[in-house]
């Protein structure tokens, strides 16, 4: 596995900061656009910057490039420069980073069953 973490996640520990182990889980994907990064690379593979920018219209540059780069300190998605000219480069999941898409996809499938019933209940078009 991979033993890499951001600082500040580091700090947390040490402190004792986290009241449980589900806040440490939290913070590595917490973030507007985390899960959904993490659901695309698990699911549908590697992916370049210019593709995940595509498919979030609203996220900054700076704010994709600030997601990536605290899920790759966290050890849970790594990103590879291919040698050639133009440069390519790709992100995907690191080993550590596929046990974290059942967690993903048991988060995606309750909000897909919620918002059925909320349909279903008129209280959503």
Not at 28 to 52: Q, T, Y
Not at 74 to 85: C, L, N
């Amino acid at each position: 596995m991979c033993n890499t973490l951001r600082e500040e996640i580091q700090v947390k520990l040490q402190n004792g900061d986290y009241h449980c182990e589900k806040e440490m889980t939290l913070s590595i994907f917490s973030g507007k656009w985390k899960v959904v990064i993490l659901w695309h690379l698990g699911v549908e593979g590697p992916h370049r910057f210019n593709d995940m920018q595509r498919l979030f219209k609203n996220i900054s540059h700076k704010t994709l490039s600030n997601q990536l780069k605290e899920l790759m300190e966290d050890g849970v998605i790594s990103r590879k420069v291919y040698p050639e000219s133009p440069p390519r480069v790709e992100y995907s999941m690191t080993e550590l980073g596929y046990t974290l898409l059942p967690i993903i996809e048991m988060m995606y499938d309750w909000g897909k069953m919620r918002i059925e019933q909320l349909k279903n209940e008129g209280l959503i078009s």
